[in-house]
């Protein structure tokens, strides 16, 4: 069976970013990343050299990731249009790609990263449809870089999942402690009001505490590197920094979950 991103919930999923320029770099990167407890790994082709963007140097990459699932990225850069960068996503996902990043503004480069033009959402309800059909998972993202309400956030999350992907994910920025503190909320709020699961990301030095814990707030994914590089994001958190947070933080809910409290209702309460 392919490895999937879609657990069921169960738990969030330590991803490790890889963004290195060559397939020996991505595979180091990769190894390393297995011994420091990586459930899974977002490729990032943007990084990668184009010379090595095809399924046997891909294939040779994804090979070291065992039995766990590998997501994505491919974002706008230089001279690619928008339909390059679907064409080569798609080769990854014939390389064995699980899942892909596509973005809220495919086909009409928008403000906040959502296109609201009917005509390029109709290309990207397609588009996911063929991923869809080729056996791939979608993960369809937006990279605001604004401070967001959680009612901004909550609609910008409802639009994206409404194309037919089975994962959203938007990255924010946060500017100040008040910007954190509705990050924070709004990582919450999402779990009631989204049928899919989801990834939000407050970006910035004022976002490092809610991507440390965001994903015990309901985020599906932690998006961690092995090491910092000359390559990698430097406020994405350590892939074995997030597992020790993540691994001694007390966040189940007892089966009476007014345990620890001074009051007990009876069950006609």
């Known amino acids: 069976m392919k490895p999937t991103f879609l657990n069921g919930g169960t738990r969030p999923l330590l991803v490790s970013v890889i963004c290195d320029r060559s397939p020996d770099q991505c595979i180091g990167s990769?190894?390393?990343?297995?011994?420091?407890?990586?459930?899974g790994f977002l490729l990032q082709l943007e990084t990668l050299d184009p010379a090595n963007l095809n399924v046997p140097d891909l294939r040779r990459i994804l090979a070291y990731a065992c039995d766990k699932p590998v997501l994505t990225?491919?974002?706008?850069?230089?001279?690619f249009t928008d339909e390059d960068l679907v064409e080569l996503s798609l080769v990854g996902l014939e390389a064995g790609v699980t899942m892909l990043d596509l973005m809220g503004d495919l086909y009409d480069p928008s403000p906040l990263e959502l296109s609201r033009?009917?005509?390029?959402?109709?290309r990207q309800r397609r588009l996911i449809d063929?991923?869809?059909?080729?056996?791939g998972e979608v993960l369809m993202s937006s990279h605001t870089w604004v401070p967001m309400t959680c009612e901004h956030a909550v609609e910008h999350a409802q639009a994206l999942a409404s194309r037919g992907a089975d994962m959203v994910k938007i990255a924010m920025a946060g500017h100040s402690e008040d910007d954190?503190?509705?990050?924070?909320?709004?990582?919450?709020?999402?779990?009631r009001e989204l049928k899919v699961p989801y990834l939000y990301i407050c970006m910035g030095q004022y976002g490092k505490l809610q991507r440390a814990i965001g994903p015990a707030l309901g985020s599906a994914l932690a998006l961690c590197v092995p090491t910092y590089t000359a390559y990698s994001h430097r406020e994405q958190p350590l892939l074995r920094a997030t597992k020790a947070v993540l691994d001694n933080l007390d966040w189940g809910i007892a089966r009476n979950e007014f345990l620890g409290t001074r009051h007990t209702p009876e069950p006609s309460e």
């Open 30 to 39: 990769i190894r390393n990343s297995i011994f420091d407890g990586a459930d």
């Open 73 to 79: 990225t491919n974002y706008r850069r230089g001279e």
């Open 117 to 122: 033009k009917p005509e390029a959402i109709d």
């Open 130 to 135: 063929r991923v869809h059909a080729l056996g």
């Open 180 to 191: 954190a503190l509705e990050a924070i909320r709004t990582t919450a709020v999402l779990k």
